[in-house]
């Protein structure tokens, strides 16, 4: 075998006459006569001690320090998952390579059951990657054991042969069972077809669980005597990280759990792997479901001066407002406190640690809400320009790192400059968008503020610290000493590494789903008594959750049935939330936060977008289970390409898809009777409606207006009265996206592109009126018409949250974006949301938003003083 000569693996063990090296194919012990006089760094240390093998390191202040998880010297880390290392394949008893890449098969036009086998085939062989992996995770592990053993009967043992045998217990039967696991399932997927059965192996392993649960219950003492013996014996300090392996064997349970339920969704129900999995999925889930509440202590423990366990409960990123600015940090929920920080800036070469910026007890904690004697401290935000050319800089750099990669082949160093760049801006994107208060207040001490995106996300902290609370819990006070000890576990107890930003995504992770998501919710149940009852949704985009639509209250009910459907804009989501909430009409109980939600959440949860199951033409029925509550919901996927495409009605009797130059004409009006209607009913009872042209509307109510209007239906006017408003706002905005062409013309479109990038205000001022006054005045008036009704509705901002900028991202690309024929040489990726272009309409808006009003006679009377051509 051929020793690996690259830099990928630190190793300083030492042991007498011994030499531990990384071949090719698996570690290995002993004195190898090929390897080490060929090999550059046969020495006791292959690799400088400052070599780092983990990258989820993070720094709160932006500062990106590389190291190991404790900053000391530790065995191999190998990523068991093959998603995380793509260019990783499988190796049969013969050396030849499966590769856990898409078989030729997998292609469109074959049958729904190939698909699925050649779907469950590719879970299969990426299984069989990491089975590899873990079978040299395992022989790792069992490595230093020989050696250990040989020297237990010497005159100078390094550890007692008792010693030897609790550290290592059942890691041997473990490493046999999962070698004979590997080599039976290695040749049925080299000899792959729809007849080949792999249930009975999976089963076979479940069976075996009982040597897991052996391992389990030695697991704590395993770890105590490894620490134990590194502390009284320098020899095997060397080697006492093999608690961080020993970790390995309880992972790998979970892990199989959940290629279970993968090869349990691609395996036709008459297939005879079926039952075989079925049973597998079920042993293994009631052997973790015996164990799980032993391993999280033992995993997330920290020891009390007192001698009890102080678990850690949850972690995450989180904005803290602190002394007016926004800062971010890692808060960790343990049982017993709340500890807020952010990680230290060290030297090169030093391992990271986290500085506690403060505690609460748990006992002393409470929600605090603002009250009249409360102020509301000045939060530093961005306006939303920066926000949103944050986005539009980040979509720039997507598709610059997408240009480098095919150019040359993801390896250059442009391609990391890119990619810092990114980090940067999503970080700071990350930092300045959430907007919603999060206040926790130490009851014999100060208030503390974060801001988070997401009422789910505020809801899912609350409820995790008031779980606690329910236990009879003490007052703790933490000396200088414990809390640097308490501090410095953090690193090793964190669950979230990484903040949520693309840049710490692996390149082969979905990039997330870009286009319009229809969601029907329909019922919900598990109610235990009438409520006043509806549900929010939610989607992530750029690392945050954004609210997107809300359905009608449905009252004094235990099985409210909703049944309405809405179109949700993805940038990039992957995920879908539904909140359920009751209601509240009682006034005194207003909070006067105006971001604070009085409403009581009853119920949340949440749904990946699964590309493959999603973008069918058909709906996906799906239930989400919260708090013993069943929300079923419907949902489907159009992509960007599809949706926004500008199709002509082919019945020019109606209005929508119909010129509108055509329609003024056969209504003898100046502007369409549908745009005057909707401004007029929005402005009537909704000016004041909280993201009003922002949320979404009842899609079903939507069309049932669309349609009515089409018709030109004599109950319209009953019909607008007794719509959700948000549903009329939704009609006026698919009327202008459905136009065959802009409001603001295909012809127009370049110049208008132009003119809002003219840096000299007059010239800008010249050309942007000039644009106006050379549109069709059917087109004119009806803009102008559109742009004082949204000055209106931007002047209750305070109250419905909707500035002039979010307006104009709202209407910018519905009034401009050019038709599909004249956009031929304008075509963009799907993803490209955040465009330049998209930008750009958006400022074109934005400037007449922000202009004093604009008349129409003014406009045609100074026509004369104008002499640019269009």
Same mark, same amino acid.
């Given at each position: 075998?051929?020793?690996?000569?690259?830099?990928?693996?630190?190793?300083?063990?030492?042991?007498?006459?011994?030499?531990?090296?990384?071949?090719?194919?698996?570690?290995?012990?002993?004195?190898?006569?090929?390897?080490?006089?060929?090999?550059?760094?046969?020495?006791?240390?292959?690799?400088?001690?400052?070599?780092?093998?983990?990258?989820?390191?993070?720094?709160?202040?932006?500062?990106?320090?590389?190291?190991?998880?404790?900053?000391?010297?530790?065995?191999?880390?190998?990523?068991?998952?093959?998603?995380?290392?793509?260019?990783?394949?499988?190796?049969?008893? /013969?050396?030849?390579?499966?590769?856990?890449?898409?078989?030729?098969?997998?292609?469109?036009?074959?049958?729904?059951?190939?698909?699925?086998?050649?779907? @469950? @085939?590719?879970?299969?062989?990426?299984?069989?990657?990491?089975?590899?992996?873990?079978?040299?995770? =395992?022989?790792?592990?069992?490595?230093?054991?020989?050696?250990?053993?040989?020297?237990?009967?010497?005159?100078?043992?390094?550890?007692?042969?008792?010693?030897?045998?609790?550290?290592?217990?059942?890691?041997?039967?473990?490493?046999?069972?999962?070698?004979?696991?590997?080599?039976?399932?290695?040749?049925?997927?080299?000899?792959?077809?729809?007849?080949?059965?792999?249930?009975?192996? &999976?089963?076979?392993?479940?069976?075996?669980?009982?040597?897991?649960?052996?391992?389990?219950?030695?697991?704590?003492?395993?770890? !105590?005597?490894?620490?134990?013996?590194?502390?009284?014996?320098?020899?095997?300090?060397?080697?006492?990280?093999?608690?961080?392996?020993?970790?390995?064997?309880?992972?790998?349970?979970?892990?199989?759990?959940?290629?279970?339920?993968?090869?349990?969704?691609?395996?036709?129900?008459?297939?005879?792997?079926?039952?075989?999995?079925?049973? #597998?999925?079920?042993?293994?889930?009631?052997? =973790?479901?015996?164990?799980?509440?032993?391993?999280?202590?033992?995993?997330?423990?920290?020891?009390?001066?007192?001698?009890?366990?102080?678990?850690?409960?949850?972690?995450?990123?989180?904005?803290?407002?602190?002394?007016?600015?926004?800062?971010?940090?890692?808060?960790?929920?343990?049982?017993?406190?709340?500890?807020?920080?952010?990680?230290?800036?060290?030297?090169?070469?030093?391992?990271?640690?986290?500085?506690?910026?403060?505690?609460?007890?748990?006992?002393?904690?409470?929600?605090?809400?603002?009250?009249?004697?409360?102020?509301?401290?000045?939060?530093?935000?961005?306006?939303?320009?920066?926000?949103?050319?944050? @986005?539009?800089?980040?979509?720039?750099?997507?598709?610059?790192?997408?240009?480098?990669?095919?150019?040359?082949?993801?390896?250059?160093?442009?391609?990391?400059?890119?990619?810092?760049?990114?980090?940067?801006?999503?970080?700071?994107?990350?930092?300045?968008?959430?907007?919603?208060?999060?206040?926790?207040?130490?009851?014999?001490?100060?208030?503390?503020?974060?801001?988070?995106?997401?009422?789910?996300? *505020?809801?899912?902290?609350?409820?995790?610290?008031? +779980?606690?609370?329910?236990?009879?819990?003490?007052?703790?006070?933490?000396?200088?000493?414990?809390?640097?000890?308490?501090?410095?576990?953090? &690193?090793?107890?964190?669950?979230?590494?990484?903040?949520?930003?693309?840049?710490?995504?692996?390149?082969?992770?979905?990039?997330?789903?870009?286009?319009?998501?229809?969601?029907?919710?329909?019922?919900?149940?598990?109610?235990?008594?009438?409520?006043?009852?509806?549900?929010?949704?939610?989607?992530?985009?750029?690392?945050?959750?954004?609210?997107?639509? +809300?359905?009608?209250?449905?009252?004094?009910?235990?099985?409210?049935?909703?049944?309405?459907?809405?179109?949700?804009?993805?940038?990039?989501?992957?995920?879908?939330?539904?909140?359920?909430?009751?209601?509240?009409?009682?006034?005194?109980?207003?909070?006067?936060?105006?971001?604070?939600?009085?409403?009581?959440?009853?119920?949340?949860?949440?749904?990946?977008?699964?590309?493959?199951?999603?973008?069918?033409?058909?709906?996906?029925?799906?239930?989400?289970?919260?708090?013993?509550?069943?929300?079923?919901?419907?949902?489907?996927?159009?992509?960007?390409?599809?949706?926004?495409?500008?199709?002509?009605?082919?019945?020019?009797?109606?209005?929508?898809?119909?010129?509108?130059?055509?329609?003024?004409?056969?209504?003898?009006?100046?502007?369409?009777?549908?745009?005057?209607?909707?401004?007029?009913?929005?402005?009537?009872?909704?000016?004041?409606?909280?993201?009003?042209?922002?949320?979404?509307?009842?899609?079903? /109510?939507?069309?049932?207006?669309? #349609?009515?209007?089409?018709?030109?239906?004599? /109950?319209?006017?009953?019909?607008?009265?007794?719509?959700?408003?948000?549903?009329?706002?939704?009609?006026?905005?698919?009327?202008?996206?459905?136009?065959?062409?802009?409001?603001?013309?295909? *012809?127009?479109?370049?110049?208008?592109?132009?003119?809002?990038?003219?840096?000299?205000?007059?010239? @800008?001022?010249?050309?942007?009126?000039?644009?106006?006054?050379?549109?069709?005045?059917?087109?004119?008036?009806?803009?102008?018409?559109?742009?004082?009704?949204?000055? *209106?509705?931007? !002047?209750?901002?305070?109250?419905?949250?909707?500035?002039?900028?979010?307006?104009?991202?709202?209407?910018?690309?519905?009034?401009? *974006?050019?038709?599909?024929?004249?956009?031929?040489?304008?075509?963009?990726? #799907?993803?490209?949301?955040?465009?330049?272009?998209?930008?750009?309409?958006?400022?074109?808006?934005?400037?007449?938003?922000?202009?004093?009003?604009?008349? &129409?006679?003014?406009?045609?009377?100074?026509?004369?003083?104008?002499?640019?051509?269009?």
């Amino acid at each position: 075998r051929s020793c690996y000569a690259v830099p990928t693996v630190h190793i300083n063990i030492l042991f007498p006459s011994y030499l531990f090296y990384f071949c090719q194919d698996r570690f290995s012990v002993g004195l190898c006569c090929c390897c080490i006089p060929h090999h550059p760094d046969a020495q006791l240390s292959l690799l400088p001690p400052d070599f780092n093998y983990n990258t989820d390191g993070y720094d709160g202040d932006a500062a990106e320090d590389r190291k190991s998880q404790d900053g000391s010297e530790t065995m191999p880390f190998i990523d068991e998952s093959p998603t995380m290392s793509p260019q990783l394949c499988a190796r049969g008893p /013969d050396g030849e390579a499966v590769s856990p890449t898409p078989p030729e098969g997998l292609l469109p036009g074959v049958s729904a059951c190939t698909k699925g086998l050649e779907m @469950k @085939k590719l879970v299969l062989s990426g299984f069989l990657a990491s089975e590899e992996i873990y079978i040299n995770q =395992l022989e790792a592990l069992l490595l230093p054991m020989r050696p250990l053993k040989a020297t237990a009967t010497t005159s100078q043992p390094v550890l007692t042969n008792q010693q030897i045998e609790t550290i290592f217990y059942k890691i041997q039967d473990i490493f046999e069972i999962h070698k004979e696991f590997y080599d039976a399932l290695y040749p049925n997927i080299q000899q792959w077809d729809d007849k080949v059965t792999v249930g009975h192996l &999976f089963q076979k392993l479940a069976s075996q669980l009982g040597v897991y649960k052996a391992f389990v219950d030695n697991y704590k003492v395993a770890v !105590e005597t490894a620490e134990k013996c590194s502390q009284a014996n320098s020899q095997f300090q060397k080697i006492s990280e093999v608690s961080t392996l020993l970790y390995k064997p309880i992972d790998r349970v979970t892990r199989s759990t959940l290629v279970l339920h993968d090869l349990l969704k691609h395996t036709p129900k008459d297939h005879p792997d079926f039952p075989l999995l079925q049973d #597998a999925l079920r042993i293994s889930q009631n052997f =973790l479901s015996s164990i799980n509440e032993e391993i999280d202590p033992r995993r997330t423990a920290v020891t009390t001066p007192k001698g009890e366990a102080r678990q850690l409960v949850k972690d995450g990123f989180l904005v803290e407002v602190s002394e007016g600015s926004r800062k971010l940090r890692h808060v960790f929920l343990f049982t017993d406190l709340l500890l807020c920080a952010k990680m230290k800036k060290t030297a090169v070469g030093k391992h990271q640690q986290y500085d506690c910026k403060w505690y609460i007890p748990l006992a002393d904690l409470t929600f605090q809400t603002l009250d009249d004697s409360d102020s509301c401290p000045h939060v530093q935000t961005l306006p939303e320009h920066e926000i949103e050319e944050m @986005k539009t800089k980040i979509s720039a750099i997507k598709s610059e790192i997408q240009k480098e990669k095919v150019a040359l082949k993801g390896q250059s160093r442009a391609l990391e400059r890119l990619r810092k760049k990114m980090n940067e801006q999503e970080s700071c994107l990350l930092l300045h968008s959430p907007m919603i208060p999060f206040r926790i207040h130490n009851k014999h001490g100060k208030s503390y503020l974060f801001l988070l995106s997401s009422d789910y996300e *505020r809801s899912e902290w609350r409820e995790a610290i008031q +779980k606690l609370q329910k236990k009879d819990l003490q007052a703790c006070v933490l000396s200088s000493v414990e809390l640097q000890v308490l501090t410095g576990s953090c &690193f090793k107890l964190r669950t979230v590494h990484n903040i949520p930003v693309t840049s710490n995504k692996d390149d082969e992770e979905s990039p997330g789903l870009y286009g319009f998501l229809h969601v029907i919710v329909h019922s919900a149940k598990g109610f235990k008594q009438s409520a006043n009852l509806y549900c929010t949704l939610e989607v992530d985009s750029f690392g945050y959750f954004v609210s997107k639509a +809300k359905t009608r209250v449905f009252r004094d009910t235990t099985e409210p049935q909703w049944n309405e459907e809405f179109e949700i804009e993805l940038e990039g989501s992957q995920c879908l939330r539904i909140l359920c909430y009751e209601k509240c009409y009682d006034k005194s109980k207003l909070n006067k936060d105006d971001n604070e939600i009085v409403d009581k959440i009853m119920g949340k949860g949440q749904v990946q977008l699964d590309p493959q199951t999603v973008q069918s033409k058909n709906w996906h029925m799906d239930v989400i289970e919260m708090n013993g509550i069943k929300v079923e919901f419907s949902m489907k996927f159009t992509s960007r390409d599809l949706s926004l495409k500008r199709t002509p009605s082919k019945k020019q009797s109606g209005v929508f898809g119909v010129k509108i130059s055509v329609v003024t004409k056969r209504e003898r009006s100046k502007v369409p009777y549908i745009v005057r209607q909707c401004i007029e009913e929005v402005e009537k009872r909704g000016i004041e409606e909280v993201g009003i042209y922002r949320i979404s509307g009842v899609a079903t /109510d939507i069309q049932a207006l669309k #349609a009515a209007f089409d018709t030109n239906t004599k /109950d319209i006017l009953v019909m607008l009265s007794d719509m959700d408003i948000n549903a009329i706002a939704g009609t006026l905005k698919l009327y202008f996206r459905e136009l065959p062409e802009p409001l603001l013309t295909d *012809r127009l479109y370049p110049a208008f592109m132009e003119g809002i990038a003219l840096s000299d205000p007059a010239a @800008k001022e010249n050309c942007m009126m000039h644009l106006l006054r050379s549109l069709p005045d059917p087109n004119l008036i009806t803009f102008l018409t559109l742009l004082e009704h949204l000055k *209106r509705v931007a !002047e209750k901002e305070p109250v419905n949250k909707m500035s002039l900028h979010n307006l104009a991202t709202v209407f910018g690309p519905t009034l401009l *974006r050019p038709s599909e024929e004249s956009n031929k040489g304008h075509i963009t990726l #799907a993803s490209d949301i955040w465009s330049h272009d998209v930008m750009a309409q958006v400022q074109v808006l934005l400037y007449y938003l922000q202009h004093p009003p604009i008349s &129409f006679t003014e406009l045609k009377r100074n026509t004369l003083y104008f002499s640019t051509d269009v």
